[in-house]
């Protein structure tokens, strides 16, 4: 294990990455018939995200947010030897690597006792000052559609459909020549594991904006010694509670 303290992983604080911690444990973070916010008193959510700090302070997680970096500002991307990416980012970091010798292939999210994989989708909505909102709905519906969504990622810079149906197409995969090769069944492996990974697609808007808020301050306060990560978490949540209780239905 000794060995391994000197793998990096490169961890940016980005809502794909720790709503799968939080929820990777079995935690529930939120509950939106209580009007709850649990990311502290949900002790398997909190467990999740005690794993990612714990990885961070070991080694294996880039300590995001951290002030003092000297022992990482020397290292590029293709230095570590896992870096969490999505799809879109892929042809950007594939000319590093290979600029550099390196062989690189695409693996699955790392499994957790409740193993979940942070995705989102891209997002169509009906403006409420539509003319005709039966016939943009059902524009915006066609999009969720198996048409829909070999229409919407057939085209370059579409990224990876919803549908399991699809996951065998090869409409999406190896379309930059870099990736020609590549593990890309990785980003459709497990697509029962899938967890929307947008704070704001999961609670209000207003209550969603605590936590995005507060997340970056808090590892960087703990990284800087400076406040417990879980003492961060237990704010974090008594500010989202006493916001979700002033909101009628409407809002939330």
């Not at 990455?17 to 990777?24: R, V």
């Not at 003319?131 to 990622?153: K, V």
Request: contains cysteine; aromatic residues 14%; charged residues 25%.
């Amino acid at each position: 294990m000794e060995d391994l303290h000197n793998w990096r992983c490169v961890y940016i604080s980005i809502l794909l990455l720790y709503i799968a911690f939080m929820e990777g444990w079995g935690g529930q973070w939120y509950n939106p018939s209580k009007k709850r916010v649990n990311v502290f008193s949900d002790p398997f959510a909190l467990a999740g995200i005690e794993e990612m700090i714990s990885a961070a302070e070991m080694g294996f997680l880039y300590p995001f947010g951290k002030s003092n970096l000297n022992e990482y500002e020397k290292l590029g991307t293709a230095d570590y030897i896992f870096n969490q990416v999505s799809s879109s980012e892929l042809k950007k970091v594939s000319k590093e690597y290979e600029s550099k010798g390196i062989d690189w292939d695409i693996a699955s999210f790392p499994k957790f006792p409740h193993s979940k994989a942070g995705v989102v989708s891209s997002g169509l909505v009906v403006h409420n000052k539509t003319r005709c909102p039966d016939m943009a709905s059902a524009l915006a519906l066609f999009f969720y559609t198996e048409n829909g969504q070999i229409a919407f990622h057939g085209e370059k810079g579409g990224t990876v459909p919803v549908h399991k149906s699809l996951a065998g197409s090869d409409f999406w995969k190896n379309r930059e020549s870099s990736c020609a090769g590549k593990n890309m069944d990785a980003f459709v492996s497990f697509p029962e594991l899938d967890t929307v990974g947008i704070i704001k697609g999961r609670l209000p808007s207003e209550v969603a904006s605590i936590i995005e808020d507060s997340w970056e301050k808090m590892l960087k306060q703990h990284f800087d010694g400076y406040k417990h990560f879980a003492d961060s978490l237990y704010d974090m949540e008594r500010k989202a509670n006493e916001l979700w209780e002033t909101l009628d239905e409407a809002d939330s």
